[in-house]
């Protein structure tokens, strides 16, 4: 499975990229929202998870633009932002799934 992982902060990023990498994953990191958008669209994944406090384009902003370039795959919001509302938010910007940090 390829997966994209955008996630400013490092550690959480080795974490998450180390685990899914012992599952037999290929992964590709993005630090940013600007470098996670553009990956997005110009990648071909299997799953995207998103961060929603990112760098330069936060991650609501870069799902929607995802979405409105056509790109399908499953995106998975990775995030401390988690009250009723951010769910709900990080949804309806195009989100399938919806998982709280510390994980």
Known sequence: MRILL?????????FVTQGLKQNGNHVEAAGNGHDGLYRATTGNFDLIIVDRMLPGLDGLSLVRAARGTGVA???LFLTALG???DRVLGLES?????????F
Do not use: H, I, M
């Not at 955008?6 to 080795?14: H, I, N, S």
């Not at 195009?94 to 510390?102: C, T």
């Open 6 to 14: 955008v996630e400013d902060d490092a550690e959480t990023a080795r």
């Open 83 to 85: 009250s009723v509302d």
């Open 73 to 75: 795959a499953p995106v």
């Open 94 to 102: 195009g989100g399938d799934d919806y998982l709280v940090k510390p």
